[in-house]
């Protein structure tokens, strides 16, 4: 293992075990957020560790016990991860300051961040299982951290629903065994595709199974229930992680199992996924749109958007996956703004009703500012980041002869702009039920500047991602090629 991949495999369980000292640390010198210094360096040595696997094109996969793989699928899904994790936790140094468990709560953002990074890197069922436990116990304790009884009961229905995505998830790999004899992904798509006959009835199930427990973790309907609540219950920055983060660990996964294990049985699970992807972008536009409370309406706005992400593993082409892997990284970075930009308001209004944001283009004109741009850029307006992924999703369903998936994916971008729109025009055209200025906290006003840098960036000029994300198409699904 060269030192990018020891930098990204080793350093941020090192740092997570000792944020406890650090914090004791802190108090004796009278410094509170040394803890939160502390957890940028051990977000930014990885960080450092995956770009110089990443600099020069797709590493060369590298398998590591037998169960993980430095690739440029894991390498890729590393740098979104430890990304968002970096954003929101500068963002947390304002947001998070009174909470008395600094050290639990950055120690567990490090934990649930080493647990995605080794779902991406995971070859084998076993370790892909303990990794998704490493990423979901750290978030369950995460959205109770506040203590309160909105934040325990979010944390409660967060709990329960993981842990039978968990039991199913388990159940399907005890098939997948049974069936194939290993839990290594790459045998388990050589017995699926030459020695079992292509409608084995317990290799189907496992596949259920197995889309059934990974959407609960995606938000795709009908595994969504707990999506509103835990969103709403959490603090702003661990809504956040849990959008822009956990939810693509979730992606991770998914695409992981179905394009690598069962690519075999691709024309099965294609239209199952299409018929979800259809109800999930449906479902969390319509739902987004009758919600008086911003953070409900992100909820199910990120419901939506697991819909259009599904559209690329819907269509068995590798300019699909190409699109979908884009468009998680999207997402992580909208969603990652839109959650900071509700943390920097509710921390000067103290609520989150829509009506509350009447003239906050005036009050709080860099916040608002900046929650335009990443509104504006989930609806897919050009030439953000968001438009550029939805239009290759798009594209990749009518070259996969699914033009009827991107047209009901076209008609939903374009009727979410009715509730992001309606955000907008509240903030610069309607007036303000309180009069005068808000300070804007700069460290996450700074953040925000950032994530819609990126979303501009990204929209006018994907070309260096994208020739990287086909590469990795390429390596993920071979047999996908055109």
Same mark, same amino acid.
């Given at each position: 293992?060269?030192?990018?991949?020891?930098? +990204?495999?080793?350093?941020? &369980?090192?740092?997570?075990?000792?944020?406890?000292?650090?914090?004791?640390?802190?108090?004796?010198?009278?410094?509170?957020?040394?803890?939160?210094?502390?957890?940028? /360096?051990?977000?930014?040595? @990885?960080?450092?560790?995956?770009?110089?696997?990443?600099?020069? =094109?797709?590493?060369? &996969?590298?398998?590591?016990?037998?169960?993980?793989?430095?690739?440029?699928?894991?390498?890729?899904?590393?740098?979104?991860?430890?990304? /968002?994790?970096?954003? /929101?936790?500068?963002?947390?140094?304002?947001?998070?300051?009174?909470? @008395?468990?600094?050290?639990?709560?950055?120690?567990?953002?490090?934990?649930?961040?080493?647990?995605?990074?080794?779902?991406?890197?995971? #070859?084998?069922?076993?370790?892909?299982?303990?990794?998704?436990? +490493?990423?979901?116990?750290?978030?369950?304790?995460?959205?109770?951290?506040? $203590?309160?009884?909105?934040?325990?009961?979010?944390?409660? $229905?967060?709990?329960?629903?993981?842990?039978?995505?968990?039991?199913?998830?388990?159940?399907?790999?005890?098939?997948?065994?049974?069936?194939?004899?290993?839990?290594?992904?790459? #045998?388990?798509?050589?017995?699926?595709?030459?020695?079992?006959?292509?409608?084995?009835?317990?290799?189907?199930?496992?596949?259920?199974?197995?889309?059934?427990?990974?959407?609960?973790?995606?938000?795709?309907?009908?595994?969504?229930?707990?999506?509103?609540?835990?969103?709403?219950?959490?603090?702003?920055?661990?809504?956040?992680?849990?959008?822009? =983060?956990?939810?693509? =660990?979730?992606?991770?996964?998914?695409?992981?199992?179905? #394009?690598?294990a069962f690519i075999a049985l691709r024309f099965d699970?294609?239209?199952?996924?299409?018929?979800?992807?259809?109800?999930?972008?449906?479902? %969390?536009?319509?739902?987004?749109?009758?919600? $008086?409370?911003?953070?409900?309406?992100?909820?199910?706005?990120?419901?939506?958007?697991?819909?259009?992400?599904?559209?690329?593993?819907?269509?068995?082409?590798?300019?699909?996956?190409?699109?979908?892997?884009?468009?998680?990284?999207?997402?992580?970075?909208? $969603?990652?703004?839109?959650?900071?930009?509700?943390?920097?308001?509710?921390?000067?209004?103290?609520?989150?009703?829509?009506?509350?944001?009447?003239?906050?283009?005036?009050?709080?004109?860099?916040?608002?500012?900046?929650?335009?741009?990443?509104?504006?850029?989930?609806? %897919? #307006? &050009?030439? +953000?980041?968001?438009?550029?992924?939805?239009?290759?999703?798009?594209?990749?369903?009518?070259?996969?002869?699914?033009?009827?998936?991107?047209?009901? =994916?076209?008609?939903?971008?374009?009727?979410?702009?009715?509730?992001?729109?309606?955000?907008?025009?509240?903030?610069?055209?309607?007036?303000?039920?309180?009069?005068?200025?808000?300070?804007? @906290?700069?460290?996450?006003?700074?953040?925000?500047i950032v994530t819609a840098i990126i979303i501009i960036?990204?929209?006018?000029?994907?070309? @260096?991602?994208?020739?990287?994300?086909?590469?990795?198409?390429?390596?993920?699904?071979?047999?996908?090629?055109?």
């Open positions: 293992m060269d030192l990018g991949g020891s930098l +990204l495999l080793l350093t941020l &369980p090192l740092f997570a075990i000792l944020t406890p000292m650090i914090q004791g640390l802190g108090k004796r010198l009278r410094i509170k957020m040394l803890v939160g210094w502390w957890t940028v /360096i051990g977000l930014l040595i @990885p960080l450092f560790g995956v770009m110089t696997l990443i600099i020069g =094109g797709v590493p060369k &996969p590298t398998l590591l016990f037998g169960v993980l793989s430095i690739d440029g699928y894991s390498a890729y899904f590393s740098l979104v991860f430890l990304s /968002i994790t970096l954003l /929101i936790t500068v963002a947390s140094f304002y947001y998070m300051r009174e909470n @008395p468990n600094l050290d639990t709560y950055f120690g567990l953002l490090l934990f649930a961040t080493y647990g995605m990074i080794l779902i991406a890197f995971s #070859v084998d069922l076993i370790a892909l299982f303990l990794s998704w436990e +490493l990423m979901n116990i750290p978030s369950y304790i995460l959205t109770g951290i506040q $203590k309160d009884s909105t934040s325990n009961e979010a944390a409660i $229905k967060f709990f329960i629903l993981s842990a039978l995505s968990s039991a199913l998830i388990i159940y399907a790999i005890s098939l997948t065994f049974g069936i194939t004899g290993s839990t290594n992904l790459f #045998v388990v798509a050589n017995t699926l595709g030459t020695v079992l006959p292509k409608l084995d009835p317990l290799a189907l199930l496992a596949l259920m199974l197995f889309i059934a427990g990974f959407g609960m973790k995606v938000a795709a309907v009908p595994f969504h229930m707990w999506i509103p609540d835990s969103y709403e219950g959490a603090p702003m920055t661990v809504g956040a992680f849990l959008a822009a =983060g956990t939810k693509n =660990g979730g992606f991770a996964a998914l695409f992981r199992v179905l #394009v690598v699970w294609s239209g199952t996924i299409a018929i979800i992807a259809i109800l999930t972008m449906t479902l %969390g536009n319509v739902a987004a749109l009758m919600q $008086k409370n911003f953070t409900r309406m992100l909820a199910y706005s990120s419901i939506a958007q697991a819909g259009y992400i599904l559209i690329g593993l819907a269509v068995p082409n590798q300019l699909g996956i190409a699109g979908a892997l884009f468009h998680i990284l999207n997402h992580g970075v909208m $969603k990652t703004a839109a959650f900071l930009a509700a943390a920097a308001i509710f921390s000067r209004i103290s609520t989150t009703s829509l009506d509350s944001y009447a003239g906050l283009g005036r009050r709080m004109p860099i916040t608002a500012f900046t929650l335009t741009i990443a509104l504006f850029a989930l609806a %897919g #307006v &050009p030439p +953000l980041s968001g438009f550029m992924s939805k239009l290759i999703l798009f594209t990749a369903a009518f070259d996969g002869q699914l033009w009827w998936l991107a047209l009901v =994916g076209v008609l939903n971008s374009a009727f979410s702009m009715s509730y992001y729109g309606w955000v907008v025009k509240r903030m610069y055209f309607d007036d303000p039920i309180v009069q005068g200025k808000l300070s804007e @906290p700069k460290a996450i006003t700074s953040i925000l960036v990204l929209g006018i000029f994907p070309s @260096p991602v994208l020739t990287y994300l086909f590469n990795v198409a390429n390596y993920l699904a071979p047999s996908l090629a055109r």
